[in-house]
């Protein structure tokens, strides 16, 4: 009861926007207010976790048992603004909070269902340094948060800086730019066990497809994939 009234006290000094439009939120909204979080355009993938279009993706490149994103995204559009703050505008708790609104969503489909542990995709020492926080790393905050299940933070590292893979057109020039860039640090941590990886977006999987093949090293991997948003292929 206490919380519930410091809570209703905090949004009534300091209120809280929409991500998305602006207007103030209620109490009981995160991030997205209600009739934001109703037009997010849902991939629904985490009702078809072993065949969908992400999934695809890493088909016989990856021991992969499900993939799943939240929403489809698209440049410009409002639920890509989110990622956008989540990233560059020094927005973690963004993050955080879809990553609990996504873990709160996928339970009841059993998505989850026999991992072991979560792993965010590092971002390069220099990158982190600049903005202060890897936001996958605050994804994997809320999905634990949300899931109870536990993060092995720094299992795999970025070993140096590549340029965005959003300056990168197509999946080979993706796949080339990541290639060799994680190094796998703690493979007692690792060897023998059913990983999710989660990132914030993907779009040809190369950056994925890199730190589980780095993974993969530990020996007797197996991996899950998820992430807020999954560009269409065009």
Known sequence: ???????????????????????????????????????????????????????????????????????????????????????????????????????????????????????????????QRERGYNQSDAIVEGLCRATGLPSLARAVVRTGFTASQTQQQSRQERMENVEGAFRLRRPDHVAGRHLLLVDDVVTTGATMLAVGKALQEAGNVKFSLLSLGFTQPL
């Open 1 to 127: 009861m206490m919380t519930h009234w410091i809570s209703r006290l905090t949004d009534l000094l300091a209120p809280r926007p929409c991500a998305v439009c602006g207007r103030r939120l209620t109490p009981e909204e995160s991030t997205l207010c209600m009739d934001c979080l109703l037009r997010l355009p849902f991939t629904n993938f985490e009702h078809t976790p072993f065949d969908n279009a992400m999934a695809r993706l890493f088909w016989g490149q990856l021991p992969m048992e499900k993939a799943a994103a939240l929403f489809y995204h698209t440049p410009h559009s409002p639920a890509a603004q989110v990622i956008y703050d989540l990233k560059y505008h020094s927005r973690p708790q963004y993050g955080r909070q879809l990553g609990v609104l996504t873990g709160r969503r996928f339970l009841p489909t059993g998505f989850f269902d026999g991992m072991d542990a979560i792993v965010a995709v590092p971002l390069a020492p220099a990158r």
